[in-house]
Structures are given as structure tokens and as C-alpha cells.
């Protein structure tokens, strides 16, 4: 009997090895994140399936555009101006000379007022270089994915978005790692990286050569995004390619085509009224927006509280801005060029305090010439204001800008008409130096937005000057750089450098 | 009817108790020589089946009957002894078994003697630790053991402490693999009772190890808990009550006359810097003062008058307030704990049971432990040839931990650690008077009111915030252990176990709408539950033989494992009114998530072991995993070690040294992984989710593919030699060498691909060390037995290969040839006695020039010592004196930097509303400038990392005083008790360090800040046993 037993056990035994291993349960997938054999699977399954996976890694480029810590960096390192394309226009705001960083406190974005971060080991070269390329790297991986020659409207639109998406991250690579590309064709541009799979690195191309290959990019886009209705103004259409096709040839003085793309881009765009610009530049709904980012609250820039754009930007919400007193102010210069009657000047606190008595969030006092072009959101202070990447002003003003350089000051002046008569009633075109007009009046127009305090001195070759009598700049920040200056441009981050064996310290700007 | 017969046959039992001839024998068990209890001893009266075993404490007490009676004690590995009762009380002293020298200790897969292991393991006995006041066994293992190093973690109840055993063996996690009762172990270590550990077993050395396979290259804790034992049934009552306050105090700062004096010089030399007349600046300084901190006036007299125009504190001032922060945000914790347990066993079916409630209080209000916990755990014989067993255990906790780390001014010590003293916790007004509410409850002052904006952590005030806010984490722990054990021929057998872990958690953090971060979002809450299974099932065969001298045991088996956490969470924010914390109540909807983590293992084990006439001893253990961690084809690999042991001592030629009771070497080998690298997929390429463009979900790249990616190995070497002379003193020396390869990390790609790094096994470490543990019985009279124990540490970490020249990893620089915890830091050159600047050394990098610069971004960085002690260990005193036991533990680490940012924040330059430490009253001055503090002239770079604030990090700590008095013998039969013991015990009673207000063993890395300091519990407790 026993031993009928023992043998029974060896049954079991066995039947308990066997059904407690299996080496196919070795292959565990993630839940909560997606694998990318999950994802070739999935595309792999039926030619209708790559949409499905398509789709959420375009949502998740315009994701990008929002993220926060791209740098990964751990809690307790983590900056807190690494939140988004915003914190790119914010350091190229600081680099010029239109906004006015009231205090040094809590220094974000203040060294990079004091042009002092530019250096290979700073964070900042570093940051804006990894931000743009990984963009780069998500238009890459989607457009490897789909054949170039898809027919299908879905999949050219998306070919279409993830071009766009590369050549404005060009774009920007070039505006902050060399100067402008007029008298620069030659110079060392960036890498190109165009193709997926790329541990290595490339060598950095001409300028002439990235400016070709933005425009081939945009190019197709407008292409392709031919008859794409897109959901929301939260993703590229062909009005924000042609928009992006527009910046690209202001910056290679190709006035025309700057024209024509600029005049093309806001076709449908209405210029939004003064009273709308005092609104507070906070919801996607403005009529004359073009692209930016609808902020909901489950973001994690708003979840930080204080890691976004209005947060360093907006007097009237909770931030660094109000909490700390490192305001945002404009330039005197531009501030006085505003005539009385402009309604844009209401967005900036005047010099005797009429503007905001009131103070800004909290009741904090506003001195003057702070602004209150950014305002708290409609739910309070909780900084879920959506973020503006392009408007029809500005197209407007590429288009006037470039007639009047094309000796077409007719035109131009009936653009800068059409824009100024919804900002000042009173408002007369002047007859003489209208080119220096249009782009004082870009400065006004689109201060703290998208950069182009920085992007403009470059592309014109401008220095800047922060001493002026009456300058209100602090103290330690009145500074004068002529043109051209590489206090203006940034070096390549030494990761690159050390890590491309394509580019070498001989190879970085000086 | 059945009334009647149950009182019958009472009243018959009660008769026949009453008429038989009962005599009550009790005694001590003690090791000769030594007089340490032994505990487990069986008695047995000779000629019967009546026995009992000793408790923890070497007692036992029997009823007799019949005519002079034998009583046999009997414990392994000492000589049985058999001796006739005469009278009432029968100590004996165990003579130790001179040719079976064996204290049995846990390993993995089985347990062995400790004297034949050929590897490393050391064995903490769970009456030691039950000495400690604390909930987690971690927090009481610095100092128990040789070459382990544990951090004293956070004060905060429940918490864990770091451990390391032999050094850092990875970059990343390099905690060992715990072990519950046989099997790896889930749950949260704070849900194991002191109480219901038997035995603490530390395996470290690769052969000890390796059974673990791709788990345990960072070593192994295992953890036994308690089994009942043959004999009559025992029940134990255990009660305790202590209080807590800090261990470590606070830093030394300065009070508020000598605060304002001291910040009007910064304001002063500040503006004398920025080209003020000195004249001038005395006055401007003067004037204000009091506005650049906010507008707070301690005083009685108007703003401009507080300091006069030299500095000094007008004479007529007289404070309107002065609240500390430290009396009113520190409280004093309560610890209250009662456990009870019985345990007992026939021939055939032992158990232990045991319940357990804990109430421990932390040091700071709304910071504590609640927990509850029970145990039972059953073995029994179900036929002559089948054994099975079961432990279970549950224990549910839920513990408050308001912020207490990190730089958030919600963490009360970083507040409390850093405010200056000129700022009052209540509110009060113009006049000093405090403000109340209408039920006369004072207000907090949260830095604003009165026309205020205080100049440090405005909006917030802890005291206010703790108490509306909530952080609470619920834990509840379920365990199986279970195993049925087939005696299938002559020793043959096979067993089959499975082991499985459950642990819900559930965390709510609630930020309140009236004050600090909460307000913006009219209160905020945000919801974590996780449910984690795991469970491991395994099916061994074991076979034991011998033939002559030689004797063999064998196992081999095979072992599945699997583990599942899901997780939920959820914030919402918008609360109607306060109070109200749960996520139903709140307006809007803010985050929300779900995940699911998969990981497992597939193994096969194989374990020999061989010694010829207990004088060799060899062993062989070989484990092959497979692990979901890794592609399919790096998925499998194989880890084994062996090792070698001699008992020298027992060999002819060494048998007239008796005063020579044992002497042996050993020496061991072997190669295993560590799997924890990275994800659970470690090698698929991922993408991150959740990253939508509004209601379009979207997906983002977050991780390259990395299929070759594997696990990290350690080729570890073990040589060791133990020795025991005269009864007395036992010497145990191991050497090692740590060879780590294949480690995990980031290999840097050009940022121009679109990622700036992706995992590779490239690095090495080596760690080489030595452990030593010295005992002695240093007095052996009558009434007074004195036991020392030593253990001391020391290891070399050193980094043998990098995929780049050098990585900075924060205050440290990695590179070949330096360890992963060596300062890189700014070198601090003293004052310039002219200004009262800074300096620090530079190296010029063209040419190589070197001098002194007052330029804070001109310094260069040099290595600056290293966070690793150059000895640890500790002192363990055991004392017996007539009926009381001493129990005395003093950890300690010699050498070793750290950097004490509690103390850099404190020496600032003039930072407005910040504390100063009292150091700075020693500062450069005109008058005083041969200081070695620099000047206070609001230069922020004064106080910038550098070697000033890198301290020697010795310190030795008084860890635990435990003292019992056993109640004498007469006292305990007279209440028909199995014993009283009364204790008395204090942890962490005294700390000696380089600067009051530092904890060098906080970290690893060497670094302390403002965290929760360890708390000093003394407490009184008494244990009844029936």
C-alpha cells in the first residue's frame, strides 16, 4: 500500500513540475507602457492597424510640445524650466532685449537674461538641443513607418505633420546653434539625423544644406496636408505648415516666397480685436490662433503648479512670476512706442500703477512695466491657460515685413494698417522708415510669445542694447552685445560633442 | 443530563489532581564557561515521556511525580547531561560537545551547522533583536553583524533602513534579496513583528548565495520566523510602553538678538560691496532690516531702531515674542506594544501562534504606526513518512508620515532646521500679542497678516499645514508558506512548497484648501492602491547517504515564481469645504492611471554537500533561471558556487592542544547575477503613455531596445579562518574579494539621435574587505557573567571599468580607479584675511597653474575623500548580574566623509529669514580676520558645495541598553507563573559625532540634509510567561 503511495507521488511530483513551469509565461509585456514589439505587432497584424498605431505617437508629438523633465531628470535635480517648446521661446526671449526679467530671484531663465549660459557644460545648450532632436527623433520614427509614397489621406496627413515637425525643430536647432543663415549659408549648421535607427551620430551639415532640407520638408507638408481638416488647433495643418514655411524664408531673406507662404498661412484667420488681445492670451479659441496646445489640467506642467510657461510669465497666476517677484516686464523702449490709444499698452502696467491698481495674483503689487499680457486662467490660478505656438498677426507682419523689403511699401502699409486698426484706433501708418515700423510693431505685437526677441536680432543683425537712459532692465543686466555677437548663440553641448564621433571639439562653435 | 456527567468528571480530574504527589522542579540552562542561557533545551525525566524545553532565557520548570527522579537535558551540539533531582530549583551547566561544535543556522534551501558551512553567513538570534523598540528589523541591524551596513534611516515609524552587505556591488539597487521563511519575500518589511522572529541569517558570500541564482548578488537576508517545539504548551505575554524624542538634535544656532545683529552686517557689508559709503550703509542697514525680513519686528520698539547704527541691539529692546519652532512641531512620540504567543507540540504536530498590536508614535505630530499582526504557524506528521506544515501570517498597518524630507518647507525639519528664530510660530500682532480665533485657539502665522510677508516660506507655517493635511498609508500583508514532505525510501525524500506573498497598499495624501500648496486647488487629494501577488512554488528532492567516513546531501528541484503588481491611482482637486479628504468630494477630476507589472522566473536547482569524517566539508550549488527580464535569448544562464572547509582542530595531531576548541579554514567561490536592472522589460524597447494631445492619447518613445541587454555578475571569492580557545574567546576572519561586471548603465549616445543614452551591461566594480567578529567571555564569576562581542568591517570600492572617462554623479565623480562614493567637490582654501571672501582652490586646465580664487565658478573640483568608513561594525555586550541581564550595543564607522548640508545651509551669507549656525558668531570680521569663516556680506556663493562643509563622518552610537530582571524563582512559583521578566530598554540613547546636529549614518553616499532624524525610544515592558 505504502509504496502504491510513494509511486503516486512521483506521478504528482511530476505533474507539479510540469504544471508549474511553462517558459512561455518568461515573455511578460508591459501593461501600462506600450513595447515597441507590441506596437510592430499590432502593425504588422493588417495594413489598417498602422493608423491605430500611428495615431497615438502623432498625439504624443504634440505631447512633446508640452512635456515636462524632458531631460529625465530625477526629483531632486529636476529644472524647472524644462517644461515644453515654451521654455525654448522663454530663453530665446531672454537673450534679446525686449523682456525684462524683474529679479534674480530663484535664477531660472535669469542667467540665460545675462547671456551667460551659452557654454558646451550649461544646461541650457544641452537642454534645447536633446528637446528639439528628440522632436526630430518622433517625426523620424513616424515617418519611417510610413511608405513615402501612402495614398491613403490618413497616412499622408500624418507624413505631413511629422515633416512639418522636423523642419520647425530644425529650425530652431539653426536659430540657437548658429547664427543667421544670410552670410552663414557655409558655416556649420547641425547634424541631420533623418533616418531612425541612428546610434552614431552625424557630422553637422551646412546651413545652406538644413535650410534645404526644412524646405523640402515643409515643402511636402503643405503637400500633403492638402485637404487635411484637422480636430483641433492643437495639431499641424496645412495653414501651419505654410506658417512655418513662412518663418523658414524670413530667415533666408527670400522675401517672396516669405510673402506668399505668410499671406497663404493666415487665408481663413481673422486679426483678432484689442479687447481680444486683453483677454489674457489664455484659450486656443481666439480666433486668430493657429497652432498651440490646449492645457488641461492632467498635464504634468500644470500639475507641478509652477513649472510652465504662465507660471514664469503671468502676474495674474500662480508662479514663480507672482510668488518669487521675478515679473516679466517689457522694454521701456517698446513700452513708449505704444501710443496711449493702443489697447495692447493696457497689457502692461504703466508707470504710475493706473493699469493694475490692484495689483496681480493675490493682490501682489506690479511695478511698472510688468505685464499682464498672460492672464490666470478661467478656473483660478491653476495655469491650465493653453499655449499659443503661432497666430495670424504674425504671418501678417512676416507678409508686411517682406513686401516692404520686396519695395512694396504700398502693401506694406495696408498690412500694418489691417493689423493696426484693430490694436489703435488712432493709429496712422508713418510714411517714413516703415520696414523699422513693421518690425517694432512685431516686437510689441508678439513680446513673450515665441522667441523672437533673440530670433529677430539674430536674423537682422542686431546687437542689443539694455543701458539706455531710462533703461528699465536691472541693474546687472544692462548689457550691450553688438551684433553677431556668438554671446547670441550657443555652443554644442559637450554630450554631443563627446559622444559623436562625427563631431569634434574642433567642430564646436567657439 | 450531559450537565451532570461533565461536572462528575470534573470533579474526579480535580480529586485526582489534589492526591497526586506533585513536586515543581525549576532551573536555568546555561553553557558552561560561557553562563549564556540556551534556550530549546529539552528535559526530559528519565524513564518518561514528561519533558519540557527551555525558554529564551535558559528556564524551564516541570511538575514531578514519583520517587527521585533523573532529569536528561539534552541540546544539540552539547554533551546531554543527566542528574538527579534534589530539591526544588536544578541549574546545569551545558558543556559544549567538543566533536559536534554546532550552532544550526538558516541558509538557502535547508539549514546547516555553522561550523561545517563552507560559506559566509552570520546569524542574528531573534531575541537580540526583539530587544530593539522599533517595527522594522532593519533599523536594528547596524552593528549586529560584520560587513553589513545598514543607514539609520528615517525616524519616521515603519520606515526601512538601507543595507549593503560587502560593499556596493551596482550602480543601481544594490539592496539584498530578502527571504522569508524560504522563499523571497514581497511584502513591506515593517509588517514583520520583532516579536515573531526566530533567527536573522545573512548570507554573504557567492556560495551561500547562489541558490538565489539571478536574485541575490547583492546577498541575502533571510528571515526565520518562530515554530513551537515538543513539550508542554507555553503562552507569553509581552507588554511595553516607551516614549520617543529625537536622537539627533538640532544644529546650534544663533538667538534672535544675535540673528539681527548678524543679518544687519550682511545688509551693511552688502551694500558697502555695492559702493555705499560705510557711513551711509550703517544707517541704510539699520533701516532695513526689518523690511527685507518681511516687516517681522520682535521688538517693542520702532522698525529702524532695532539695531543701532554700530550693529547692536538697542539695549531698551524687549522681545514681543519668541516661540520655538522645535517645541512647538516636535512632540513626544508614545510606543505602546503587546504581543501574546503560544507554542507547543506533541510528537507529531508542533505551533506557535501569535498576535501582536503596535501603537508607535513619531516625533513629529501626526506621525506614526498603528499595526496589527498575527501568525500561526503548524507542522505536523501525517503519516510516519509525510510531514507538511503551514505558516500563515497577516498584518495590517497604517501609518501617517506628513513631509518630512526633501526641500519642500511643508518638511517640518527642513523648516524648523532653517527659519530664523526672529519668526514666531503664532500669529501676533503689532504689540506681541496672539492672535486667537473665536474659540480662543491661538493662530498660526503663516508669514503674512499684519502688513507681513515673512522672508522665509511665506503662505506656509508646518504646524498649520500638518495638521489639516493627511498622508496616510495603509499596508496589509498576507503570508503563505506552506510545504508538504514526502520520506519517500532511506533518505530520500521529496518535498513540494509553495510560498506566496500579498500586499495591498493603500496611500491617500490629501493637501488641504486653507493653507500652503492645497489652497490654489481648493484642497487636492490624490489616491494610490497597488495589489501585489507573488507566490514561488518548488518541488525538491533530497537525498542523504553515507558510507564510511563520508557522507553526502543531496538536493535537486525545480522552482517557478511569479509576480503581479496593479496599481490604481487618482487625483482630484476642488473640495466644497475643508475636512473633507476622499475624492468624491472633490470637483475636479485631475489624473487618473492604471498599471500592470509581470515578472517571473522559471529555475532549476541542484545543492551537494560532502564531508568526510566532519573534518572536510566540500559543497557544490548550481541554480539556472530563467528570467522575464530579458529578451528570449539572453534569458537563461546558470550560477553556481562551491567552497571548500577543514576543521583542523579535529585532526589527531592538534588533540593535545585542548586548550584549542576549534580551529578551521574555508575558503569559497562562485558566480551569480543580479536581475534588477532597469524595467521588468529590460530589453524591449518602450514607449511612454499618457502623453495625449487632450482626448487624442498619445505615445512617446521613452526607452531604446536593448535585446542583448542581461543581467549583472559578481565573481565573489571567500577565504576565511575561525578559531575558539580555553571555552572563552572565539576569533572569525573572512577576506574577500567582490568582483562586479556586466553592471547596468547608461551608455551615452550623441543627444543628436534623439535619445542621450541607452542601457548597457558595461561597467565593472570591485569590492575587496575583510569582516572580523572577536567574542570573549571577559568575566565568568558567581552572580556576574560578562560576554563582548565585536564585529568590524572594512572594504575597498573601487570602479574598474566606465564606459566614459568620467561620469559626475552629483557631489561625486566616477571614473576608473575611484569608488562610486568618492567627493568631487570644490576645495575650500580659507578666507582672505583682507575682504573676508571665500577661497577656493583651481587648477588651471591649459596650464596647469594652481592658486586661490574668491571666484566661486573659477574653482575647480577635486577629489575630497571618500562617503565609505574605513572600519564598522560594532560592540555587543551581554551581562549577567544575579537575576538581571544587561544587554549593551554600540555601532560605530570610522573614517569616512559627509557632506553635512544641514550645517552649509546654516552659514550662509545674509540669505534673508534663514537661520544661522552658531559657528558663524566666529565669522571674519575687520577686527577677527584670521577666521576661517568668511565674511557675511550676502555673497550666495559663500555657502556653495566645497570640502568646508564635507565633516568626518565617525561617530559611535549607543544603539540599544536593554535590561532585564528575571523575577526569582520563588516569586514566579508562588503566582503559578513560568517566569516574570521585567525590561527596561533605550535605543539609540547617545550619538558621538564630528558636529551636534549631524548623523553620518543617515546615508550611504554621504549625504544628510533635513530628514526625519532618528527617534531615541526608551521604554519599560514586562514579559509573563505561563
Known amino acids: 500500500m505504502k509504496r502504491i503511495y510513494k509511486y503516486l507521488i512521483f506521478i504528482v511530483s511530476g505533474a507539479l513540475v510540469l504544471t508549474t513551469s511553462c517558459s512561455d509565461e518568461l515573455n511578460t509585456e508591459p501593461k501600462g507602457t506600450v513595447s515597441q514589439s507590441q506596437i510592430t505587432k499590432l502593425a504588422e497584424s493588417d495594413p489598417a492597424a498602422l493608423a491605430l498605431v500611428i495615431e497615438p505617437m502623432i498625439a504624443g508629438m504634440y505631447g512633446h510640445l508640452v512635456t515636462f523633465n524632458s531631460m529625465g531628470l530625477s526629483d531632486a535635480q529636476v529644472k524647472h524650466d524644462d517644461h515644453g517648446i515654451k521654455s525654448i521661446f522663454h530663453i530665446a526671449d531672454m537673450m534679446g532685449e525686449d523682456v525684462v526679467q524683474t529679479s534674480s530671484s530663484y535664477n531660472w531663465y535669469y542667467h540665460d537674461y545675462l547671456l551667460e549660459l551659452r557654454d558646451k557644460d550649461y544646461t541650457h545648450p544641452y537642454f534645447v538641443w536633446q528637446y528639439l532632436y528628440r522632436s526630430i527623433k518622433l517625426a523620424n520614427d513616424i515617418l519611417a513607418k510610413i511608405p513615402e509614397d501612402a495614398e491613403d489621406s490618413q497616412m499622408k496627413a500624418f507624413r505631413g505633420q511629422a515633416l512639418a515637425t522636423r523642419a520647425y525643430s530644425y529650425h530652431y536647432l539653426v536659430q540657437f546653434f548658429q547664427k543667421t543663415y544670410v552670410g552663414h549659408e557655409d558655416d556649420p549648421g547641425v547634424p541631420i539625423v533623418t533616418e531612425v535607427e541612428s546610434e552614431e551620430g552625424t557630422p553637422r551639415k551646412s546651413m545652406r544644406e538644413v535650410y534645404t532640407l526644412m524646405v523640402k520638408d515643409l515643402t511636402d507638408a503643405i503637400k500633403l496636408l492638402d485637404g487635411y481638416s484637422r480636430a483641433t488647433k492643437g495639431f499641424i495643418d496645412q495653414s501651419v505648415a505654410y506658417g512655418f514655411l513662412a518663418r523658414v524664408y524670413l530667415s533666408m531673406e527670400n522675401w517672396e516666397a516669405a510673402a506668399d507662404a505668410a499671406s497663404k498661412a493666415r487665408s481663413g484667420y481673422p486679426i483678432m480685436t484689442g479687447e481680444q488681445y486683453l483677454a489674457g492670451f489664455k484659450y486656443i479659441s481666439n480666433p486668430e490662433w493657429m497652432f498651440g496646445s490646449i492645457v488641461t489640467s492632467d498635464l504634468d506642467i500644470v500639475k507641478t503648479g509652477i513649472c510652465n510657461h504662465n507660471s514664469f510669465f503671468s502676474s495674474f497666476s500662480y508662479g514663480y512670476a507672482s510668488l518669487t517677484g521675478m515679473f516679466k516686464a517689457i522694454d521701456r523702449r517698446l513700452y513708449d512706442h505704444m501710443s496711449d490709444t493702443d489697447s495692447r499698452k493696457l497689457a502692461y502696467q504703466s508707470p504710475d500703477g493706473t493699469t493694475f491698481p490692484d495689483g496681480g495674483y493675490n493682490g501682489v503689487e506690479l511695478a511698472a512695466y510688468v505685464n499682464g499680457k498672460f492672464g490666470a486662467s478661467d478656473d483660478g490660478a491653476d495655469n491650465t491657460q493653453d499655449l499659443v505656438y503661432m497666430r495670424a498677426s504674425e504671418m501678417l507682419l512676416i507678409e508686411a515685413e517682406a513686401r516692404a523689403e520686396m519695395n512694396q511699401p504700398g502693401e506694406a502699409a495696408a498690412l500694418l494698417k489691417e493689423l493696426m486698426e484693430n490694436r489703435d484706433p488712432n493709429y496712422t501708418v508713418p510714411t517714413s522708415n516703415l520696414l523699422e515700423e513693421i518690425r517694432q510693431q512685431r516686437r510689441i505685437e508678439l513680446w513673450g510669445e515665441i522667441g523672437i526677441a533673440l530670433f529677430d536680432i539674430k536674423r537682422l543683425k542686431l546687437g542689443i542694447n539694455r543701458d539706455y537712459p531710462g533703461s528699465n532692465h536691472p541693474e546687472d543686466a544692462k548689457l550691450v552685445v553688438p551684433a553677431e555677437d556668438w554671446k547670441f548663440t550657443y555652443m554644442l553641448p559637450t554630450k554631443e560633442i563627446d559622444n559623436n564621433p562625427d563631431v569634434g571639439p574642433e567642430d564646436n562653435n567657439p | ?1026
Open chain 2, 1 to 1026: 443530563m450531559r450537565n451532570i456527567i461533565l461536572t462528575f468528571l470534573f470533579v474526579a480530574l480535580s480529586i485526582s489532581v489534589a492526591n497526586a504527589q506533585i513536586k515543581r522542579i525549576s532551573g536555568s540552562v546555561t553553557t558552561s564557561g560561557t553562563g549564556v542561557p540556551v534556550s530549546g533545551v529539552s528535559v526530559v525525566v528519565k524513564g518518561t515521556t514528561l519533558g519540557t524545553v527551555t525558554n529564551q532565557d535558559g528556564y524551564y520548570q516541570l511538575n514531578l511525580s514519583g520517587d527521585s527522579p533523573v532529569l536528561v537535558f539534552s541540546y544539540i551540539g552539547m554533551k546531554t547531561r543527566e542528574l538527579p533531582v534534589e530539591g526544588s530549583i536544578l541549574d546545569v551547566a551545558m558543556i559544549p560537545d567538543n566533536v559536534d561544535v554546532d550552532e544550526v543556522v538558516v541558509v538557502a534551501y535547508g539549514t546547516t551547522v555553522k561550523n561545517q558551512f563552507t560559506g559566509s553567513v552570520s546569524s542574528i538570534d531573534g531575541a537580540r533583536l526583539e530587544q530593539f523598540q522599533t517595527a522594522n528589523f532593519t533599523k536594528a541591524l547596524q552593528g549586529l553583524s560584520a560587513g553589513v551596513l545598514a543607514t539609520s534611516g528615517s525616524g519616521q515609524p515603519g520606515e526601512d533602513a538601507d543595507i549593503r552587505i560587502r560593499g556596493f556591488s551596482t550602480f543601481g539597487d544594490a539592496s539584498p534579496l530578502v527571504v522569508l521563511d524560504g522563499f523571497p519575500y514581497d511584502g513591506s518589511l515593517s509588517a514583520l513583528p520583532l516579536s515573531e522572529i526566530e533567527s536573522v541569517s545573512i548570507l554573504k558570500d557567492a556560495s551561500a548565495t547562489v541558490l538565489y541564482g539571478s536574485r541575490a548578488a547583492n546577498g541575502v537576508i533571510i528571515i526565520t520566523t518562530k515554530s513551537g517545539t515538543k513539550g508542554p504548551s507555553k503562552l507569553d505575554l509581552k507588554v511595553s510602553y516607551g516614549i520617543s524624542n529625537r536622537a539627533i538634535p538640532d544644529y546650534d544656532k544663533v538667538t534672535v538678538p544675535e540673528y539681527y545683529e548678524l543679518q544687519w552686517e550682511g545688509i551693511r557689508n552688502a551694500l558697502v560691496a555695492g559702493g555705499t559709503n560705510p557711513d551711509d550703509a550703517n544707517s541704510m542697514a539699520s533701516q532695513q532690516l526689518i523690511s527685507v525680513l518681511g516687516g517681522y519686528n520682535a521688538y517693542n520698539v520702532p522698525a529702524g531702531e532695532v539695531v543701532d547704527e554700530n550693529g547692536a541691539i538697542n539695549p531698551d529692546a524687549e522681545l514681543l515674542w519668541n516661540d520655538s519652532w522645535q517645541d512647538q512641531l516636535f512632540v513626544t512620540g508614545q510606543r505602546k506594544e503587546v504581543t501574546i504567543n503560544s507554542s507547543g507540540g506533541t510528537d507529531k504536530t508542533t505551533y506557535f501562534l501569535s498576535g501582536g498590536m503596535l501603537d508607535e508614535g513619531g516625533i513629529i505630530s501626526a506621525s506614526n504606526l498603528k499595526r496589527f499582526s498575527a501568525r500561526a504557524n503548524i507542522k505536523t506528521q501525517i503519516r510516519s513518512w509525510i510531514n507538511a506544515g503551514i505558516n500563515l501570517s497577516g498584518s495590517l498597518s497604517e501609518q501617517n508620515y506628513p513631509v518630512s524630507s526633501g526641500s519642500s518647507y511643508l518638511n517640518s525639519f527642513m523648516f524648523s532646521g532653517l527659519i530664523a528664530p526672529i519668526y514666531p510660530v503664532y500669529l501676533y500682532n503689532e504689540k506681541g500679542e496672539v492672535q486667537t480665533d473665536a474659540e480662543g485657539n491661538k493662530l498660526f502665522d503663516f508669514g503674512t497678516g499684519f502688513d507681513r510677508a515673512r522672508a522665509f516660506a511665506s503662505n506656509l507655517n508646518p504646524l498649520g499645514t500638518i495638521t489639516h493635511d493627511k498622508r496616510e498609508y495603509k499596508k496589509d500583508v498576507f503570508t503563505l508558506r506552506s510545504f508538504i514532505n514526502f520520506e519517500l525510501a532511506e533518505g530520500l525524500s521529496f518535498n513540494a512548497s509553495v510560498g506566496a506573498d500579498y500586499f495591498a497598499y493603500s496611500g491617500l495624501t490629501h493637501q488641504n484648501m486653507k493653507y500652503g500648496d492645497g489652497q490654489n486647488f481648493n484642497g487636492r487629494s490624490a489616491r494610490q492602491t497597488n495589489r501585489m501577488f507573488s507566490y514561488t512554488a518548488n518541488q525538491l528532492l533530497r537525498y542523504v547517504t553515507g558510507f564510511g567516513g563520508h557522507s553526502v546531501n543531496a538536493m535537486a528541484g525545480h522552482e517557478s515564481y511569479s509576480y503581479k503588481l496593479n496599481t490604481l491611482a487618482a487625483t482630484r482637486s476642488g473640495f466644497p469645504f475643508p475636512e473633507l479628504v476622499e475624492l468624491d468630494a472633490a470637483a475636479i477630476p485631475e489624473k487618473s492611471g492604471s498599471s500592470e507589472d509581470n515578472y517571473r522566473l522559471e529555475s532549476y536547482l541542484v545543492k551537494v554537500e560532502y564531508d568526510y569524517d566532519k573534518r572536510f566539508f566540500a559543497s557544490f550549488n548550481m541554480r539556472a533561471d530563467g528570467n522575464s527580464r530579458f529578451a528570449e535569448n539572453a534569458r537563461w544562464g546558470s550560477f553556481w558556487g562551491m567552497g571548500l572547509s577543514w576543521i583542523i582542530s579535529h585532526e589527531e595531531f592538534l588533540q593535545d592542544f585542548t586548550a584549542l576548541n576549534l580551529l578551521r579554514i574555508k575558503a569559497s567561490y562562485g558566480e551569480q547575477g543580479n536581475d534588477k536592472v532597469g524595467s521588468y522589460y529590460g530589453y524591449q524597447g518602450l514607449y511612454k503613455t499618457g502623453v495625449n494631445n487632450i482626448d487624442f492619447p498619445g505615445i512617446l518613445a521613452s526607452r531604446l531596445p536593448t535585446p542583448v541587454l542581461t543581467w549583472e555578475s559578481l565573481n565573489s571569492l571567500n577565504m576565511g579562518v575561525e578559531a575558539e580557545f580555553l571555552n572563552r574567546y572565539s576569533i572569525n576572519f573572512e577576506y574577500y574579494i567582490r568582483n562586479n561586471s556586466d553592471l547596468l548603465f547608461e551608455k551615452p549616445l550623441p543627444p543628436s539621435t534623439g535619445f542621450t543614452s541607452i542601457d548597457a551591461n558595461i561597467a565593472e566594480l570591485s569590492n575587496v574587505g575583510f569582516d572580523l567578529e572577536l567574542g570573549g567571555l571577559i568575566l565568568n564569576a558567581k552572580n556576574v557573567v560578562w560576554n563582548l562581542d565585536l564585529n568590524l568591517g572594512h572594504f575597498k570600492n573601487k570602479i574598474k571599468e566606465l564606459p566614459q572617462k568620467s561620469i559626475i554623479s552629483g557631489n561625486k565623480l566616477w571614473q576608473e580607479g575611484a569608488s562610486i562614493y568618492d567627493f568631487w567637490v570644490e576645495e575650500f582654501a580659507g578666507v582672505d584675511s583682507e575682504t573676508g571672501k571665500t577661497l577656493w582652490r583651481y587648477t588651471d586646465a591649459d596650464t596647469g597653474e594652481k592658486g586661490v580664487t574668491t571666484s566661486y565658478s573659477k574653482a575647480t573640483r577635486y577629489y575630497a575623500g571618500s562617503a565609505i568608513p574605513d572600519l564598522f561594525g560594532g560592540i555587543n555586550n551581554t551581562i549577567k548580574i544575579f537575576d538581571f541581564d544587561l544587554s549593551v550595543l554600540l555601532s560605530f564607522g570610522i573614517g569616512g566623509k559627509v557632506m553635512d548640508s544641514g550645517y552649509q545651509w546654516l552659514m550662509h551669507s545674509g540669505q534673508y529669514g534663514y537661520s544661522f549656525h552658531r559657528d558663524i558668531l566666529d565669522r571674519w570680521t575687520p577686527e577677527n580676520s584670521q577666521a576661517i569663516i568668511p565674511a557675511i556680506d550676502g555673497d550666495s556663493y559663500t555657502n556653495r558645495r566645497s570640502s568646508r562643509f564635507l565633516t568626518d563622518a565617525s561617530y559611535f552610537n549607543l544603539k540599544n541598553i536593554s535590561l532585564g530582571y528575571n523575577f526569582p524563582e520563588a516569586v514566579i512559583s508562588k503566582l503559578n507563573l513560568a517566569g516574570i521578566k521585567l525590561k527596561f530598554t533605550a535605543d539609540n540613547l547617545a550619538l558621538a559625532t564630528a558636529r551636534k546636529g549631524l548623523d553620518p549614518q543617515f546615508s550611504l553616499d554621504g549625504s544628510y540634509g533635513k530628514v526625519y532624524v532618528p527617534i531615541r525610544t526608551l521604554s519599560v515592558g514586562v514579559d509573563v510567561q505561563f
